[in-house]
């Protein structure tokens, strides 16, 4: 096969963070990308909760992505902001309905309320919904299986997501903190939080930095990255609250918009560092195109 440049400029198998932006205030002002994560497996690859931008993300990319290597869109939940644009991202991966391909997962009420269009349900491949205790299969040997979090009356999954050869990656959702799910990430090296909150809200299900600190003393992961970051984790700080979170053995990081994890060996990287020839002579691609960190 000829590289491509997302073959050439990122990890073998990687993850990018399209937009690290948590709860209303920040997405709708923008003081974060919001798009959810590009998980990039080769040839193919996934996108979890594409919520607003995610199209606009992946395709201003740079190194470049290419949203027709989508292979499996995972929805955690039905909320705005983790779905406005799981219809695009189907259109792409079926090529505007001349392609029937890729994997949809979804919550049930995410199917009964049409997150994914009628339309496009008929040209996927395979429409999955989130089961407790289920292992859903997805393309090059993947498999997902999540487990039901809480999160402010709908259907809301995180998971744990088995790449061939690696170690599974774990996402923690949106939820409130409850005991009855900490265990299912125990096997998890990597684990992706969604920390919304910069201190606790009785009665809104958003995790926060104790809750964090609660699921590392549990779990001792090699790495944590906190995304979907709500207004007072900006303003405080998210750099901050990740090193006081960090413990030895447990690397705490704040995710930025566009920053790469390498999954083989779970550390950030920059693929702007990797040169590409040109007509020019050898230069290195800026990281973002238009610096969204």
């Known amino acids: 096969m000829t590289a491509t440049p997302q073959d050439s400029l990122y990890p073998r198998r990687f993850i990018r963070f399209l937009g690290t932006a948590g709860a209303r205030f920040t997405i709708m002002r923008q003081l974060r990308a919001s798009g959810g994560i590009w998980v990039g497996l080769g040839d193919q690859a996934f996108v979890i909760d594409p919520g607003p931008g995610s199209l606009v993300r992946i395709c201003e990319a740079t190194p470049p992505l290419d949203v027709l290597d989508l292979a499996a869109l995972l929805l955690t939940h039905r909320h705005i902001d983790h779905s406005t644009d799981l219809n695009v991202l189907a259109e792409a991966m079926v090529e505007g309905g001349f392609r029937h391909h890729g994997h949809v997962v979804l919550p049930r009420d995410g199917r009964d309320v049409c997150c994914l269009l009628p339309y496009l349900q008929e040209k996927i491949e395979a429409l999955h919904i989130w089961e407790e205790g289920q292992t859903i299969a997805l393309p090059g040997g993947v498999t997902v299986e999540g487990t039901p979090l809480t999160h402010h009356h709908v259907d809301c999954f995180g998971f744990t997501l088995q790449i061939p ?45 104790e809750d964090v600190a609660t699921l590392i003393a549990r779990l001792a992961p090699k790495r944590v990255i906190l995304t979907h970051l709500g207004r007072g984790v900006l303003e405080e700080g998210p750099e901050a609250i990740a090193r006081d979170l960090s413990r030895p053995g447990t690397e705490v990081t704040a995710a930025t918009d566009g920053m790469v994890i390498d999954l083989d060996s779970l550390e950030i990287v920059d693929p702007s560092l990797s040169p590409v020839t040109t007509l020019s002579g050898t230069v290195p691609i800026p990281f973002l195109k238009e610096g969204l960190s």
């Open 165 to 209: 050869g690696l170690a599974p990656m774990g996402l923690v959702s949106d939820t409130r903190f409850e005991e009855r799910w900490v265990d299912f990430y125990r096997s998890c090296p990597l684990l992706i939080v969604n920390m919304t909150f910069a201190h606790h809200r009785e009665g809104i299900d958003h995790l926060c930095p």
